[in-house]
């Protein structure tokens, strides 16, 4: 008798998982007539060049509360490297402005973690990575779209201190003074990477390499993303952290002390952006990555202190 | 098999089903609850070869996460059980103002999530901390150490005994000790020969519980006590930075920290038999 139930039980399992993840019933996917060709100057261009398109109608916006990662016809889901969090409001208001109908989620984290979480079979529309390395590894993988990969922006590394300066560093030099806490990000972050080649080539240019393993023997802790280092800087728990310029620069006025770091010796983080293979919604995908590189997003981008690539 | 279906099926036409349809939903519960734990744990196991493992757990990264952990884990046990079962007797014994409030905080963090009680303690014992900068004046400091590590469990596990070894104290008859008393012990003689002797079981499993969150905590820990290898990391931690890096390592830790839970969960069901054997 039992024996039957855990058969029963079983069925009844496999055929929840199966309902689960079967994909959204699939209706003609609205591809706009009249994609915007020149980059829109304004977002009411934008909408002038997008309502047109009867295809519009389509996409029925939801009523409902959808929730969070659900691939739908106009919910987009975008994997994006940890810096772009101050960012990603901004960006997702005014992509949906511009494109009436349609919902963005963004899934914050470190670039690595989200492109294990990709090879592992996580659903997402757009991936934004901080990291060159680790695009060239997703797109040889065959995770993207081909030719969909483009350069969205760059960033430098700079150094942050606590408004009230604790450690009382004054140069890059101070920073291998012993007792002084650093927080840097872990070595696979984008970000730590991009700091282990400024250190390099700082040692190498102006300081020594004792400067620099006194400076690595001062890490107090490695996050495992670039928020984080900007989180425990802030709160004055450590003396100095390695961030990206943008951290230092959308800040509020006060947030931090910043140490910038000489071009030369410095380590040009390129952002890519792309659309993935398993996306259902390749074009509003496309319409996102046109909207990030268009002069709307980098506008938006250059607001939030990335640099145009 | 033909008499069983022949048999079932006569009980269905007699529409005397009700006990059929209780062993059906009880096989489909118990079927659906064994392989909702047991699968995520195989599937764990069937990913790593036991070649990749014995290499894995040769990296010194892996062997020191191990070691701080067990370490931290161990002194937060130990802590948690000779300052918390004392406290407990005496919260369950005595009434005294405030005792709702005590009650409440030991259950809070359950509920708190973990990356908060993380920023919190940061904020009170971090170095600009209401209390840390005190300490840090006089050069103690106290985040980004295994000492962070440690209060970091403490505050995430000590509700599992804590609240254990109260209602076992609460359910306690209190005539056996009522009998000590009048027999002439001292209430550390009372605490030590009769109640926990006769609340060990249940304290066990409490301590256990304990000992698994603390073993798991990473959210409290990666904000209290930062990340350092060797000093901080433990292997929840490590489990974390390694997916990210080399899947292989994250992997690894991960079957690691399931053999230890494993291996406590049997150690403690012999004791609970040794201890119900001789009662």
Redesign the interface.
Known sequence: MVLIGVICGLLVITALFAGCTQSAPATATPVPTTLPATAPETTTAALVAATPSAAQTTVAPTATPVPNFTPSQSNLVVFTAASLTGASNTIGSSFTKAYPGTTVSFDLDGTQALKTQVENGAYADVFISASNSYTNTLNKEGYFVPNTVQTLTTNYIIVILPPSNPGNIQTLADLAKPGVRIAMEASTVPAGTATLAVLNNLANDTYSQTWKNQTISNVVTYETSEPAVATKVGLGEVDAGFVYQSTATAAPSGTYQSITIPKKDNYLQTYTIGILNGSKNKAAAAWFEQFMISSAGQQILKQFGFTAP | MKQNMAM?LERFRKKNYRP?LT??????????VT?YLAFPIIALLIRVTPDMFFTTLKDPDVVRALWLSLFTTVITLTIVIVVGTPFAYFHSRYSYPGKVVVDTLIDLPLVLPPAVAGVAL??LY???GILGHYFNMFGISI??TTLAVIMAQIFVASPFYLRQAKSLFEQLDPAYEQTARTLGASSFRILALVTIPMTAGGLISGAVMTFGRALGEFGAT?MF?????GV?QTMPLAV??G???D?NVGLTISILLVIISFAIMIVVRIIQKMEAARA
């Open positions: 079932f059929n062993y059906l939903i009880a096989g489909v519960l118990i079927a659906a392989f940061l904020v971090g170095r600009a985040a980004f990666i006590a930062g990340n350092l290898p901080t974390y930075v997916m990210e890096g899947i």
